[in-house]
């Protein structure tokens, strides 16, 4: 079994493609030179075969439970996961704050031209009321998309701070924009096709009421 060296604390373990961290110092060891210079080199029959991450994963798993290894332990999962949710808790939650308020705040411009449109004596009507407010819901939506962009790049780079979040959001903003108005309309339709079948339902049975 190739051998890799730890680049963070030098201690030296077998290399396993299921375990991704340090036996020592538990850090990650995948993306270190030992790593992608021990890859297994392929026997002369299977080299004309895709190795797939399946097998790649399964054969990985027989070789450590034949030499007595196995997965990273619970604790040391859980204690990286809470470590690296602790240090990027200010990115994500920011973003995720400032997408979900001027998402939420699309209400307040909603319920002035609803007020405006149906309730006119409950406030004094204001000239290019409509105009201002239907630019104020294009703003406030292209914020939020821009954030919830923004949100998914720190998820996806780890390494990513809140500048560098936007900055990749930047150029992703109408890739994500045209996704989201897809799954609108897909969601929209998904429920619009439950309202058919209950329409067909009062159609055929309809509720007779006895007095």
């Given amino acids: 079994m190739p051998k890799i060296k730890c680049p963070h604390c030098g201690s030296v373990q077998e290399r396993y493609p299921h375990i991704l961290l340090c036996n020592n110092c538990f ?10 210079a021990a890859e297994p080199e392929a026997s002369p029959e299977d080299k004309g ?3 797939t991450t399946a097998n790649a994963f399964r054969t990985g798993m027989r070789e450590s ?14 204690k990286r996961t809470s470590t690296r949710v602790f240090k ?14 001027f998402l939420m705040a699309i209400g307040i411009f909603t319920s ?43 998820l996806v780079n780890e390494q990513a701070g809140l500048m ?10 109408f890739s994500y924009t045209a996704l989201f108005l897809v ?7 998904a429920s619009c096709s439950c309202i058919f079948p209950a329409q067909l339902f009062s159609f055929f049975f309809p509720s007779r009421r006895s007095f």
């Fill in 27 to 36: 850090e990650d060891i995948s993306g270190s030179d030992d790593w992608h």
């Fill in 49 to 51: 075969k895709a190795l």
């Fill in 65 to 78: 439970l034949r030499m007595g290894q196995w997965l990273s332990p619970l604790g040391t999962v859980l």
């Fill in 88 to 101: 990027r808790f200010v990115t994500l939650y920011f973003l995720a704050l400032l997408s979900l308020f």
């Fill in 112 to 154: 002035m031209i609803g007020i405006n449109m149906f309730f006119p004596e409950a406030i004094q009507p204001a000239q290019h009321m409509l105009p201002i407010m239907l630019t104020g819901i294009a703003a406030f939506l292209f914020i939020s998309l821009f954030c919830q962009a923004a949100l998914i790049s720190a």
């Fill in 164 to 173: 560098d979040s936007f900055a990749i959001a930047s150029g992703k903003f």
């Fill in 183 to 189: 799954l609108n309309v897909l969601i929209w339709g």
